[in-house]
């Protein structure tokens, strides 16, 4: 639930999921399949009969051929496959689907009609039920086997609206090679083959029209693309945020250059164009980096942020601050924290990853007294104005990294921390973040988690000794369609 920007440790490996970028190579004409025993047939190229019992945490089908594991793309649990095998190791390979000879149960027709390239989303053929028992037991299997939790307490996944959730998004652009026609959208699953789109059924169906409509005026405004292997072109990504409940909209072009003719009067035209867009910047990101933004962003019409309103709370939001993309989910996650802490406004909280405040501004409502520590200086900035809008003064912000400010905050002499709430980036916490709350040894402990590999990980520290004792798990679907899968999970001191 947090900006990839902020530093962190390496990931937990997963036992359950196969980590490796993988090309296809080309393959030899279509042979027939052959038995799980005949191993001398465990090679690229061959054809084999798979069914498909499981999916991973990166949103293949897992089927076992013999002792070995396969990996398959666009597979169904339940699913009876012919397979090619296209990349082998010892104990596990890849494949791709051949032919369905049986179809689960659980397959589904998908909404999208490229949701067979696209990458954006992996499960769109898996209907909304088995996604959410594939999430369920991915949590569990991590807490389990990484976290070396026996029998963890796992709640069901919280379920969303299965489509039109998405508050963002962000498209790389490129030209069709056969017509030179811009084109927007997302990356064919492994590769950077880009698949062209004129609508996303997981992005909030306002944002649609932009994003057909826009490649258009890009195209007959003759501005270049970028191509990243020959770092040449000017406009690289383009970005659409929107309030769901205001409704208000930001469009962000990336681009490698600073100004170009047509510019401010194109952003005023999209003004004028579409009533509900409030503001057109311009990112700057002219490294040669697969990082989509660059560390400057100038507003070229219009205001430089939309508003929001969340937790019954007004955001300001800009064009590349986080804010969780499912705004519904968000606030059931919200939800979750408050029933379970039972705030009765005398405490004291540290929210230690805070952003741009999206917990700990409703928090801070319910504690005496909140402290906020955050790396990123603009989120800082911005949630420091999300406070001033809202009224409250009660929270202490700290720019600088957790496992910098922690440690001195530690020897200035805090030590009447009631609740930490932690909320750290996909990597999870760092071992000298741990180590300081271990020192800390605050009451509870809320931890927030995108990845629950490195939840696991981080739980089997602190739980290490008896230190802290896990309570309870409660994972919520804030990325439907996609193996993604956010969690809270809550531990007290025994």
């Not at 909304?128 to 069901?156: F, M, W």
């Not at 994003?211 to 501005?223: C, F, M, Y």
Request: charged share 20%; net charge negative.
């Amino acid at each position: 639930m947090n900006d990839d920007t902020r530093a962190s440790s390496d990931p937990a490996p997963n036992p359950f999921s196969e980590q490796h970028v993988l090309q296809e190579s080309p393959l030899s004409p279509l042979s027939p399949s052959v038995p799980a025993s005949s191993s001398q047939h465990w090679q690229q190229g061959t054809c084999i009969e798979l069914d498909i019992q499981d999916l991973s945490n990166r949103g293949d089908g897992v089927g076992r051929w013999g002792d070995r594991v396969v990996f398959v793309p666009d597979a169904v649990p339940g699913d009876r496959l012919l397979v090619r095998l296209i990349h082998t190791k010892p104990s596990y390979g890849h494949g791709k689907i051949q032919q369905i000879l049986t179809p689960s149960p659980h397959r589904v027709r998908p909404v999208c009609i490229v949701a067979d390239k696209c990458g954006g989303c992996q499960w769109q053929s898996v209907d909304y039920d088995q996604q959410l028992l594939a999430k369920h037991n991915e949590v569990v299997q991590a807490l389990t086997r990484i976290g070396d939790l026996s029998d963890p307490p796992v709640d069901d996944v919280l379920a969303a609206e299965p489509f039109g959730y998405r508050n963002k998004a962000t498209y790389p652009l490129g030209r069709s090679p056969s017509t030179g026609q811009v084109q927007a959208g997302y990356y064919q699953k492994g590769s950077h083959k880009l698949v062209n789109l004129n609508q996303c059924p997981v992005q909030d169906e306002r944002l649609n029209p932009l994003l057909a409509e826009v490649k258009q005026d890009i195209q007959t405004r003759g501005w270049s693309i970028y191509n990243e292997q020959r770092h040449q072109g000017r406009l690289r990504h383009l970005s659409l945020r929107i309030g769901q409940r205001t409704g208000e909209m930001l469009l962000t072009l990336v681009a490698s250059e600073a100004e170009w003719e047509g510019l401010t009067e194109q952003a005023n035209e999209w003004l004028e164009r579409y009533p509900a867009l409030v503001g057109v910047l311009l990112n700057l990101n002219s490294q040669k980096t697969n990082a989509i933004f660059g560390a400057e962003t100038r507003c070229v019409a219009g205001q430089p942020f939309i508003t929001e309103q969340f937790a019954n709370l007004t955001f300001q939001i800009g064009a590349t601050t986080f804010f969780q993309v499912n705004t519904e989910q968000a606030e059931r996650l919200l939800q979750v924290i408050l029933d379970e802490l039972k705030l009765t406004g005398r405490e004291v909280l540290m929210d230690a990853y805070c952003g741009v405040g999206t917990l700990t501004l409703p928090l801070a409502e319910h504690v005496r007294e909140a402290i906020a520590i955050e790396s990123h200086e603009p989120s800082v900035e911005q949630a420091q104005m999300n406070a001033s809008i809202n009224g409250i003064n009660t929270i202490m912000f700290h720019v600088g990294s957790v496992e910098e400010v922690l440690p001195i905050l530690l020897e200035e002499g805090l030590n009447s921390v009631d609740v930490v709430v932690l909320d750290p980036p996909r990597k999870g916490c760092t071992s000298k973040v741990l180590e300081a709350l271990l020192v800390m040894q605050a009451p509870r402990i809320v931890y927030v988690s995108c990845n629950p590999a490195t939840l696991a990980r981080d739980l089997n520290m602190l739980c290490r000794d008896g230190v802290y004792q896990l309570t309870r798990v409660q994972p919520v679907d804030l990325f439907p369609q996609t193996a993604h899968v956010e969690c809270v999970a809550f531990l007290e001191r025994p």
